[in-house]
């Protein structure tokens, strides 16, 4: 049977996660009178996750990738957002539990949660290696990297000082490749003349990465053009090395010619994700099945099997319809467009009309790495598509300030990014939390 | 005798504290090679302590109001930057000693290491009456204020939405008008059309002052005029009504009528200052007399009787040659004017030359009350000096813009004024840091 309604009553839909998928459900369903939207989410904004990375290195603040939701869905008279934790489901009465125990009932619903860091097992590298999925992710490695440097230029014993300047970032996809490439720009300009001791673009920064070359979604020459920018800008490319161990002080790494020590007080984590706990949570109540990481194994139609009423997107699903035959790729179009269709099916139902199954379009992939250079990866552009340098790079701007939410977003981020530019420098590098000194071991006055 | 040196080394200066006095004592310093200068602060930026009422109130982004210290010092070369707190004073051997125990060494210091919240004894206040101080402070009222709303969207008891509902600021002073006119802007216009249970502008928002008029140090008229405006954005201001207990669901006060109970759950701060605590132990260390709020008393030239080569200024002092005779009032001028002064004694000793003592030179003061209005105070310019409402707020703007550190932030702060002008939008209302759904007391679905 399908997931009907009386007609007189509007359709309650509960949406729960305010991501990209989330976000562009509620939109689709735009004010839509038959329904009752509710969009849940443990923060009170949405947040752009693939400029994260640049809030975690100081070019941007939080605020200018991060839009409140009540803000942006203000004009949806009959969507209710709130504030809360979903932690379990109840789907033979249609009721999502939330931390606080209040349940909301629905009629369908869209679990679009996405995912968080997954340590492969290792849950101790957690503490030493930081991971980047939220505004505080961010905060954090942004605070531990500034302090690296301050650290470095109160320590007098050459080697330990060594510890602090190396920086290791674990995993070469697209926030790894990212996340070194401003590193790099950071050690070799932004911090250039900033300190007296210590010279940054000593700094060591090195990318690990298990697989023989970065990028592995991109073809190879798009991988290699990655890694002849990472290089220029003295990033030490690392690939078919695999991470065994992480401490305080360095990461044990695996590679054919054996195991071998990085000293690094920095460690960053862009390797692997897990699905959210609560897609955890909504498998074990309907049986659904999940993968390795915890993704929900979903229909054609992205519904769980024998749940017609219950949506799974983004990167809390494992979603047919993607290249070749295969799942959808974890980027932002691949929680976007399911968000867009789960809504269309929803609307679709309620006319009595069936939609076809899901079909993921793909729109192509850009990373940017450094000043004025980066790899595109756009199937529907022909050659064009597969770009380096400044055209992807001007591609990549492109569509990132396109796809902002919030029209003053669009201009705070170009006039930020107009003026690092300019200046080679990065305007948000501040440290803040507590404790507000580095805890260096040997500390000494300066010289 | 003077604090004089040998013309063949240079003269090693030390800076505690990067604020307004600190800051421009450097950049008087401005690179002149006699002196070799260490500017010793705990955070890594300047703050822009006049707009942080605005990040605590959503319409900015911390990185916007405060710039890396390195940054701006950058081009002095013979000016080291160094993170640390200074813990401790040993004028004999003229030391500073820092938190990790490394002691910089000085031939003269400057202390300018400003002030902290004051609760008059009640230090059980501080956990629940939020002071404005520092980024931290701002980010955490912040949040207070936007999960307020969020709670009281949830609650369903009318009387616990009410204490919700409830914002108390204690203390009439420019900083304390800010906060509660932006409340105002908050809650009548930002907020207007993000909520379904709750209506935000039936917020209570009251401005509690001991004295029986806001703003104290203006003329009388003025105050009369900040009130009315006050009152136009619906702020209750209570004048003449004491605080004499505050707990996590209200206050008490005590008015010429006896005793009363508020009831609210978000009350901000902003009615005393202390000295800093390295303020008090220069004054423990070398005998110098502090008053009740440990500020420490100097001598016409800002130096600490018996230690010409110690400056103590700004708000960790007790500064002669304010207006009618009376100390330097505790304003951003109050230790940018210092600051120069201190930077220049040196230089004057240094050519064997004096200067006369120091003379603060009133500017006048500017408060902003909500959009489009404020009042002045600006002595030199006559009666176009004691003006309200839009030509006071206009002023306010023109000589905060001009006094932002960093071309960017500028550009940064008029894009998001303008905008948030057009829209009566504020554009960095996140709350972050853990944990990020409110407790509250009865938690129910939503109807």
Redesign the interface.
């Known amino acids: 049977m399908q997931a009907g309604v009386p007609s007189s009553a509007p359709h309650r839909v509960v949406i729960v996660g305010g991501g990209f998928g989330g976000l562009y459900a509620a939109k689709t369903i735009d004010g839509d009178s038959r329904f009752d939207v509710?969009l849940v989410d443990?923060?009170?904004?949405h947040l752009f996750q693939p400029l994260l990375y640049q809030v975690a290195t100081g070019a941007l603040?939080?605020?200018?990738i991060?839009?409140?939701l009540?803000?942006i869905l203000?004009?949806h008279r009959n969507l209710?957002?709130?504030?809360?934790?979903a932690v379990g489901l109840d789907p033979a009465n249609r009721r999502v539990l939330?931390?606080?125990?209040?349940?909301?009932?629905y009629d369908s619903l869209i679990v679009a949660t996405g995912a968080r860091h997954s340590y492969f097992g290792n849950e101790g590298w957690a503490t030493v290696a930081s991971g980047l999925k939220s505004?505080?992710d961010a905060?954090l490695i942004r605070r531990r990297i500034?302090?690296a440097f301050?650290a470095a230029e109160?320590e007098h014993v050459a080697e330990l000082r060594r510890e602090w300047m190396t920086f290791v970032v674990v995993g070469g996809g697209p926030t790894g490749v990212e996340l070194a490439g401003s590193l790099g720009e950071i050690a070799n300009d932004t911090?250039r003349?900033?300190?007296?001791s210590i010279n940054p673009p000593d700094a060591r920064i090195i990318l690990v990465e298990a697989m023989e070359r970065v990028l592995p979604p991109y073809p190879e020459g798009r991988s290699t053009s990655a890694r002849r920018q990472l290089e220029r800008l003295g990033v030490v490319v690392r690939t078919s090395t695999r991470v065994v161990g992480i401490d305080e002080h360095g990461v044990d790494v695996e590679t054919a010619d054996g195991r071998e020590r990085i000293p690094a007080r920095t460690v960053l984590w862009a390797a692997g994700v897990q699905a959210s706990s609560f897609a955890r949570k909504v498998a074990d109540a309907t049986g659904a099945e999940t993968d390795r990481a915890g993704r929900v194994k979903v229909g054609p139609d992205l519904t769980l099997p024998g749940h017609p009423e219950i949506f799974v997107i983004g990167d809390a699903a494992i979603q047919p319809g993607g290249p070749h035959g295969g799942p959808v790729p974890g980027v932002a179009q691949g929680a976007i467009q399911p968000g867009r269709y789960a809504a269309r099916v929803l609307k679709a139902r309620l006319e009595g009309r069936r939609l076809g199954p899901f079909r993921y379009r793909n729109l192509g992939d850009v990373a940017v790495i450094g000043r004025l250079s980066g790899v595109t990866n756009i199937p529907w552009l022909g050659p064009f598509g597969r770009t380096g340098g400044f055209l992807a790079w001007a591609l990549w701007l492109g569509i990132h300030i396109v796809y902002l939410i919030?029209?003053?977003?669009r201009?705070?981020v170009l006039?930020?990014w107009a003026?690092s530019f300019i200046?080679f420098?990065r305007?948000?590098?501040?440290?803040?939390?507590?404790p507000?000194?580095?805890?260096?071991e040997e500390?000494?006055?300066?010289a």
């Open positions: 509710t443990r923060h009170n904004y603040a939080p605020s200018e991060a839009q409140p009540r803000g203000r004009r209710t957002v709130l504030l809360g934790e939330l931390s606080d125990g209040g349940p909301i009932e505004i505080d905060t500034l302090i301050e109160r911090l003349r900033d300190f007296r919030g029209f003053s977003n201009i705070l006039v930020r003026w200046t420098g305007g948000s590098r501040l440290i803040t939390g507590q507000l000194v580095p805890d260096i500390p000494e006055p300066p």
